[in-house]
């Protein structure tokens, strides 16, 4: 044989080999195409979103003082939909979450007010109720096996019943505990913004950075080092931008009261965030819920516990709703029967489709329900701004959640066509 025709022939190298931009450019076009289209079909259209509004109403959509209404709007909304990401992931639905949250803020209001105990003990009484409904949800699809559309729609009506009895018809639980209302009333000193700020954006950096590092001396798929910098600088550019945003005095009579700062909303959403996709990205638990709603009979034949997954995804996302049912009680100052009912469900399974997580199973991130929230939340913030109808908003919510679940439907063939699945 000569020496060329000896000669290894060159490999193409794979997408996360890629070096330059150009380069990471192609892998990502080609990742597209693929089918894994992520939640980017959703920051286009919150780029467009908010391209529009600010041109049809610069003077008030664009102000301070909207862009924190805007974060507290949202923010109940898309609590709820980080915890539904959980029982979307495996290919199940519930349609009691809302409903939930609504219990969990009637036990915490009666627990506070009836029983006068502290808030801390409230906000656990709060989210152990979730936790129980969760559990007994999760029981009876797990369990016996009841489709979980079933359960959480008997769930959704028997709930409101519940909350009937504990509220009374037509009645309301007062909230005037401060600790609690902070929750969507306060902001945070400007410092301690910037703070924090500094701080996601040097954790996010050094620990994506050493992780790099690790799967690079172990032979494993790794980042390129520019595309590192990028997702890094911009995490920094938006982070800068709008903490700069939210500390600017924002308050109509600031000699009355000033309104500047980070909303405490907002740092429970990020906290929220933190945890729950640390929770589905860097454990065996979470790896298990991948595999459990990919493919629910290969995970068993693997050794998972399918149902004891099952069962800890609908008490995670109860308990979350718990949450999001306790900022909703707090932004409006009361709880009610009618808390969490309505189209705060709707909306709550809509951010987390629209950000990007299947209703199939098996794809998606906690994020995708923050960015679908927004989404959400930006529509409605800029109708009303135009003085549209809540008949026009709805309209075009649901027409956005349909363009969503047709790319992941859509991308979804494209990926088993390309054998991504």
């Known amino acids: ?102 219990t969990a803020a009637a036990v915490m209001g009666v627990v506070m007010t009836n029983h006068e105990q502290n808030w801390l003990i409230s906000i656990l009484a709060c989210i152990a109720t979730g936790a129980v409904i969760g559990a ?19 769930a959704f009506l028997g709930l409101q019943g519940v909350m009937l009895e504990i509220i009374g018809e037509g009645g309301t639980i007062p909230f005037k505990n401060e600790k609690i209302l902070a929750l969507t009333d306060d902001n945070l000193p400007v410092w301690l913004g910037w703070t924090i700020a500094l701080a996601l954006v040097v954790g996010f950096a050094g620990l994506t950075f050493l992780r790099n590092s690790r799967r690079r001396r172990a032979g494993l798929q790794y980042e390129p080092m520019l595309l590192w910098a990028i997702k890094s600088g911009a995490l920094l550019v938006i982070t800068v931008l709008v903490t700069y945003y939210l500390s600017k005095e924002r308050s109509i009579n600031p000699t009355l009261k000033s309104l500047k700062g980070v909303p405490v909303s907002l740092v429970v959403i990020l906290g929220l965030l933190l945890v729950l996709s640390f929770l589905l990205s860097r454990t065996a638990w979470g790896r298990h819920v991948y595999a459990v709603g990919g493919n629910g009979e290969a995970a068993r034949r693997a050794g998972i516990n399918v149902k004891g997954i099952k069962l800890s995804c609908f008490v995670l996302s109860s308990s979350v709703a718990a949450i999001g049912g306790l900022m909703l009680a707090a932004r409006s100052h009361s709880v ?86």
């Open 336 to 421: 009610s029967p009618s808390t969490g009912g309505n189209e705060t469900l709707l909306y709550a399974v809509g951010a987390a489709v629209i950000g990007g997580t299947s209703l199939f199973g098996g794809k998606g991130r906690v994020v995708d329900a923050v960015i679908g929230g927004t989404v959400i939340a930006v529509i409605s913030n800029g109708m009303g701004l135009l003085n549209k109808s809540a008949g026009v908003v709805y309209i075009v919510t649901g027409l956005v959640l349909l363009v969503a679940a047709s790319v992941d439907a859509i991308s979804r063939r494209r990926a088993a066509a390309s054998g991504r699945v």
């Open 136 to 154: 007994a949800i999760g029981l009876l699809v797990a369990r016996l096996g009841i489709p979980s559309f079933v359960v959480t729609l008997a």
């Open 1 to 102: 044989m000569t020496a060329q025709q000896t000669e290894t022939p060159e490999v193409a190298p794979e997408p996360w080999q890629a070096s330059g931009i150009g380069g990471i450019a192609r892998a990502y076009v080609a990742k597209v195409r693929g089918g894994d289209v992520g939640a980017l079909p959703a920051v286009l259209g919150l780029v467009v979103l908010v391209v529009v509004f600010s041109v049809l109403r610069p003077e008030t959509f664009t102000s301070e003082l909207n862009f924190a209404n805007l974060i507290n709007q949202s923010a109940a909304i898309t609590v709820i939909a980080m915890g539904l990401v959980f029982v979307l992931l495996l290919g199940e639905i519930d349609l009691s979450a809302g409903v939930t949250g609504g």
